[in-house]
T-cell receptor, first 116, second 113 residues
């Protein structure tokens, strides 16, 4: 299985709602990522989990809360979002990089989030 | 520090003609280089990767790229464009901290019938 899956595909939420995005991979990868992508822009890294521990937080506002329950699952909990948070949220996974240079990331199809 | 510059934000070709998408990089390390493709409202799909083996890399769907260290370039080519190639293409470099990727700004490829 060489696939990263994400649910839901689309999500519309109000600014007072709480929702969660889910990502799953079964490739045995030990690094997982959340990216945010605005229209016509490259993805921007939000969080990196390595061996189920948060290793990088790219100064993301606290209204985004990541969680890695196990090595195959990655969640992104959303609360009190703003309209400018509307974007495509991409999950990715890779073998643990470390000193390896061979560290491509496999991306999921994304969740299209709209905040009203 | 590392950076990636995709020299064209838009490229338009006719179906059946060659494709050239240009990418220059800067890296303090021996980089790994990738090309990803993104179709509208989809995730990113890996086209090909360079990891210090052969400098000419063949990928999926007839794409290939050549790593030229002296020119710090990693241009993507395809001999004959197909309508299904219309998409956004990202040149990406990694190597400074294992898992971290640096994306170029993207090139939108349009294919005319």
């Amino acid at each position: 299985d060489t696939e990263v899956t994400q649910t839901p595909k689309h999500l519309v939420m109000g600014m007072t709602n709480k929702k969660s995005l889910k990502c799953e991979q079964h490739m045995g990868h030990r690094a997982m990522y959340w990216y945010k992508q605005k229209a016509k822009k490259p993805p921007e890294l939000m969080f990196v989990y390595s061996y189920e521990k948060l290793s990088i937080n790219e100064s993301v506002p606290s209204r985004f809360s990541p969680e890695c329950p196990n090595s195959s699952l990655l969640n992104l909990h959303l609360h009190a979002l703003q309209p400018e948070d509307s974007a495509l949220y991409l999950c990715a996974s890779s073998q643990e990089g470390g000193l390896l240079s061979y560290n491509e990331q496999f991306f999921g199809p994304g969740t299209r989030l709209t905040v009203l | 520090a590392q950076s990636v510059t995709q020299l064209d934000s838009h490229v338009s070709v006719s179906e059946g003609t060659p494709v050239l998408l240009r990418c220059n990089y800067s890296s303090s390390y021996s980089p790994s280089l990738f090309w990803y493709v993104q179709h509208p409202n989809k995730g990113l799909q890996l086209l090909l990767k360079y990891t210090s083996a052969a400098t000419l890399v063949k990928g999926i769907n007839g794409f290939e790229a050549e790593f030229k260290k002296s020119e710090t370039s990693f241009h993507l080519t395809k001999p004959s464009a197909h309508m299904s190639d219309a998409a956004e293409y990202f040149c990406v470099v990694s190597g400074n901290a294992g898992n971290m990727l640096t994306f170029g700004g993207g090139t939108r490829l349009m294919v005319k019938p």
